[in-house]
């Protein structure tokens, strides 16, 4: 087999430790983050832990394997088919049918049972496990842990009597990734210092103001959005989820000046004519200073796309300032917004949405690249290079029943260093349109001005 470390280094390029910052079960603000599930996808890798585990342990002292579930099943599994010892199982709780047996497998009184462990911290956790299996009239003398995170849990666990087999301490692997130049002293300063149990002090992420990408800005509608927001005050996008043009060009009139820019789903409005339609609501724009939005969404290949832009009734291409996309289609299919914005879906704030992380970053990166595209709807923090829009915002911050989860302002421009806020059924199903939508403006600048 490979050498120790050289063997911790394929395992680490499976993501199974993170460094930054990151909240514990506990509540306790952490350095560094261990999850060793990744291991159990790759076969070879699982092959090779199980016989690193079984070198260290005396063997003949064991007639049986058990895993702490679940993080460890698989890799007692590995090591009970490399050694030929028995695997029991342990359940997480028993079941309430059946037998109702927390352990399951073919076991006998008195014999001898190797628990797994996949990360040992504070050893409470195993305190509790080990009890379950010994009620089964088993003895539980000695634990394997892939990872000491050195809190406590092998010195507790061996002051009760248990002989604690550790493959890897977080020191030495800080020690690992400092000679490969994946940790920078200053981290493993900051780990040192969180074993130590002191404050550890983070160092806080700033995000960029208005006037700083204003100064960065490529694109002609994103300087024009920025210039809008210091001018007005104002990170509000109003969204006219209405029907008729009656009530789209009342709503733009109350709203408009608050407003950065109204967003619309042109083909739900009911009598939509062009004339009657868009020519007075270009005139509310100019009148009040915001931008048009089209929240079409467009989810096809480019040649279909450029149609929808460009022609039929709603001419799209003629009145918004920017519309909105999918990356789904990849890069070609967004050449054809020559002349407006393209804020890209990367993720959407339903619930059960299948933007999962794998497509948010396909997709941020075909935003991040393509010079049309200006920003991009997410749930998620992104890249301060292009302007992030939040919808879902709504200052009860409560969801509607049909999946729709709201944020607040505040979480917004804080957790997630949002540029805009949408605001939909907050402002136009408000009993008065114009007094919300100037709540909206001032609580989402003072949680801008709050965030910087």
């Not at 959005?225 to 109003?238: D, G, M, Q, R, Y």
């Not at 989820?241 to 083909?267: S, W």
């Not at 292009?386 to 999946?403: E, M, R, Y």
Request: net charge negative; hydrophobic share 40%.
């Amino acid at each position: 087999m490979e050498s120790k470390k050289e063997f911790f280094l394929e395992c680490y390029k499976l993501g199974i430790i993170k460094f930054g910052r990151f909240t514990l079960k506990s509540g306790i603000e952490s350095p560094f983050y261990v999850d060793l599930r990744p291991l159990a996808s790759d076969p070879k890798i699982l092959k090779n832990l199980a016989n690193y585990l079984l070198e260290m342990l005396p063997l003949d002292n064991f007639d049986l394997i058990c895993g702490v579930p679940y993080a460890a099943l698989p890799m007692a599994t590995a090591m009970s088919l490399e050694s030929y010892i028995p695997l029991i199982i342990k359940r997480k709780e028993a079941k309430d049918y059946g037998t109702k047996k927390m352990i399951e497998g073919i076991y006998q009184k008195g014999q001898n049972c190797l628990l797994v462990e996949d990360v040992i911290t504070s050893g409470k956790s195993l305190l509790e496990t080990i009890p379950e299996i010994e009620q089964e009239d088993l003895n539980v003398s000695d634990i394997v842990v892939v990872l000491d995170r050195e809190q406590g849990g092998k010195q507790l666990l061996e002051s009760k009597g248990y002989r604690v087999h550790t493959l890897f301490n977080i020191s030495e692997v800080c020690t690992i990734l400092q000679e490969t130049g994946d940790l920078s002293e200053e981290e493993v300063k900051r780990i040192q210092d969180f074993l130590l149990g002191n404050h550890i002090q983070f160092e806080e992420k700033t995000r960029c103001s208005y006037e700083q990408k204003l100064t960065q800005a490529q694109h002609s509608v994103s300087k024009k959005l920025l210039e809008t927001a210091l001018a007005k005050k104002s990170n509000l996008i109003a969204s006219a989820d209405v029907t008729t043009t009656q009530e789209l060009l009342a709503l733009a009139d109350k709203v408009g000046p608050h407003i950065i820019a109204l967003k619309t789903h042109i083909d739900i409005i009911s009598d939509f004519e062009y004339e009657k339609t868009i020519t007075p609501l270009k005139e509310l724009a100019a009148k009040h200073q915001f931008l048009l939005m089209e929240d079409r969404k467009f989810a096809d290949i480019g040649n279909t796309q450029e149609l929808q832009f460009t022609s039929g009734v709603f001419k799209i291409t003629d009145w918004a300032d920017f519309v909105t996309s999918q990356v789904i289609g990849g890069f070609e299919s967004l050449d054809c917004f020559k002349n407006v914005g393209v804020v890209a879906i990367i993720g959407m704030s339903s619930k059960g949405t299948l933007t999962t992380n794998n497509y948010r970053e396909e997709a941020l990166k075909v935003a991040l690249s393509h010079p049309n595209v200006i920003g991009g709807v997410s749930q998620n923090p992104i890249p301060d290079d292009i302007l992030l829009f939040t919808p879902g915002v709504n200052l009860a911050d409560s969801g509607d029943g049909k999946g729709q989860q709201y944020n607040t302002p505040e979480h917004v421009f804080k957790t997630l260093h949002t540029d805009f806020i949408i605001v939909g059924r907050g402002i136009y199903k408000s009993e008065n349109p114009e007094a919300a939508a100037v709540a909206y403006k001032n609580e989402g600048w003072n949680a801008y001005v709050k965030s910087l």
